[in-house]
């Protein structure tokens, strides 16, 4: 068994040591063909194929036991990193060509059926993925379609949005004393989940940084799309910090107002009859240790 099997999982506990045997040479078979289907994995080996499928059809063995020892592997990485990114995103797996499918929920309409996937990545800050901390798997409630509206005043634990602070808790749970970690999301600029790094030690948000000093310009090429040639593009930077009025639902709540950092890069002078390229991105931060 290659080495890097046994530092990922070797730790892995699903109650019965020929389950975590499994476990590792389910890995290290896979890990060959990561694209492959499991009949492709163990072609001319029926007795592999039909053992992968008891595997995965076992009761004992669930997402978490097979995350754990991974996740500690992950952090044992990042002991000599003064940073860590950690990215948070949700993917959709679309199974509506799958009609005999149970156990799913549905996106759009009762016709688009889905399982949801929420995962946490932890990454160096020059991207190099240190693996997954935690990973969330659900399926929409078919009976709750359409009712978003009668959601907005619900508790946040009792939202789906929860997620968000949830994996932020769990993923940074084992993260070594002393590291920075900076929280990446694409859903997740929301009050109640500034509210939360606001645990963890009105204004207007652009007009608010855009009337601050430019600290400092870059330049950046600009790939070529339809219409436009490559060309480079320079970028001015400004950044500010801003406290968050609560929206009205959540002005009930005693929790410390939180504020977030607001960061604005944009084009100046771009070229006559081309759109100006502006980034702008709200931040909270804390440090664990």
Request: proline share 8%; charged share 20%; glycine share 6%.
């Amino acid at each position: 068994m290659e080495e890097w099997v046994f530092r990922e999982l070797g730790h892995m506990d699903c109650g019965d040591a020929r389950l975590s045997e499994r476990a590792l040479r389910l890995t290290r078979d896979m890990s060959v063909h990561p694209d492959g289907s499991l009949p492709s994995t163990y072609q001319g080996d029926p007795a592999g194929l039909k053992a992968s499928y008891r595997f995965f059809d076992n009761d004992h063995v669930t997402p978490e036991a097979l995350l754990a020892s991974h996740r500690d592997a992950a952090w044992a990485r990042c002991t000599e990193e003064p940073w860590v990114l950690i990215a948070q995103d949700t993917t959709y797996f679309n199974f509506t060509s799958h009609p005999q499918t149970t156990g799913l929920g549905p996106i759009e309409s009762l016709q688009d059926i889905r399982l949801l996937v929420h995962s946490a990545l932890a990454m160096t800050p020059q991207g190099v993925p240190l693996r997954i901390l935690v990973q969330k798997i659900w399926a929409r409630d078919p009976a709750e379609h359409g009712k978003s509206a009668d959601r907005k005043s619900l508790p946040i634990e009792e939202k789906e949005s929860y997620r968000w602070l949830e994996t932020m808790d769990q993923a940074t749970a084992g993260c070594p004393a002393g590291t920075l970690r900076l929280s990446l999301g694409t859903e997740n600029q929301t009050f109640m989940t500034f509210c939360h790094l606001k645990n963890h030690p009105v204004e207007y948000l652009w007009p608010a940084v855009e009337s601050t000093p430019v600290l400092g310009t870059w330049t950046v090429d600009v790939p070529r799309k339809e219409g436009q040639p490559i060309r480079q593009a320079i970028l001015q930077a400004q950044a500010t910090t801003v406290p968050l009025d609560a929206p009205a639902h959540r002005r009930t709540l005693t929790a410390p107002t939180p504020t977030v950092q607001v960061i604005l890069a944009k084009e100046c002078d771009p070229p006559a009859g081309v759109t100006p390229i502006i980034w702008r991105s709200t931040t909270g931060m804390s440090r664990i240790g």
